[in-house]
């Protein structure tokens, strides 16, 4: 007899559900998965570890790379003429808006033509057989975050430029490069920190389909192929843990009264 699936919202085993989630979390090294294509049942850990370590490795760097890129670009841009710096902002807004899957494809078939013009395999464009690629994945995922934060890092040091203690320092005849390095960074990098939470949750967004696409063997791609309550929750928690952990080190480390207030440490 079919068993007809009736869509809705139960109460009861909502809660039910939640109830044998948390108890199975209690009891975290007797949760088992079949590992796709055979029969064979395994427990999670250590099997887990293998594909979180390499998607935590792709998103830190990623988010790295971002950053520091970042900084460079609005560092360099101050030094281009005011119609350059128009250009280079019109075609950020042009970048930002591309989707995903369209940046991946294009990179994958550059990477192909490279290949086929000069028999030079500058990178893996695809994944196979469990194979782990970084060039392209990392590339990728660090272009998107590297334009929202170049636009957001140029808005903080406009701000940052018209407040006084930047005007005091120029008629004290300091230069431009010192007082963005050393007065105007330090303070755009506090308020940069409020944005690391939305950054994070950005990559992993952008990472279910770059693991798609490149066909690499990460967290998101394990949580896709066994999708129980035991282990979506396990997957969502090891993605969690490191930016907590992060967070919770920069609040030790900032002066005291730093506040974040208006996408801005005050």
Do not use: C
Not at 67 to 76: C, I, N, P, Q, S
Not at 136 to 162: F, H, R
Request: hydrophobic letters at 50%.
């Amino acid at each position: 007899m079919q068993v007809e699936k009736a869509f809705g919202f139960f109460p009861v085993d909502y809660i039910f559900e939640i109830k044998n989630t948390l108890f199975s979390l209690l009891n975290w090294n007797d949760i088992s998965y079949v590992a796709q294509g055979t029969n064979v049942e395994r427990k999670i850990f250590p099997y887990i570890l293998e594909s979180y370590s390499y998607s935590l490795t792709l998103l830190f760097v990623s988010l790295l790379i971002a950053l520091l890129f970042a900084v460079f670009l609005t560092t360099v841009t101050f030094y281009l003429p005011s119609k350059l710096q128009g250009a280079i902002r019109k075609l950020s807004h042009i970048a930002e808006a591309l989707p995903d899957v369209f940046v991946i494809f294009s990179l994958q078939l550059g990477a192909v033509w490279v290949f086929k013009h000069t028999n030079l395999l500058v990178t893996e464009p695809y994944a196979l057989s469990g194979q782990k690629i970084y060039f392209l994945p990392i590339l990728t995922l660090s272009l998107i975050p590297m334009i929202y934060l170049y636009k957001n890092t140029l808005m903080m040091y406009e701000n940052e430029l018209g407040k006084p203690y930047v005007e005091f320092g120029v008629s004290k005849g300091i230069g431009k490069l010192q007082i963005l390095l050393r007065h105007v960074f330090p303070n755009v990098l506090l308020s940069f920190f409020y944005n690391l939470k939305y950054m994070y949750l950005l990559l992993i967004s952008h990472m279910i389909i770059l693991e798609y696409m490149y066909n690499i063997y990460g967290l998101l791609q394990f949580m896709t192929n066994h999708p129980s309550y035991e282990i979506i929750t396990v997957g969502v928690l090891l993605l969690t843990l490191p930016i907590s952990l992060v967070f919770f080190f920069i609040k030790l480390l900032l002066p005291k009264g730093v506040t974040y207030y208006d996408q801005a440490a005050v």
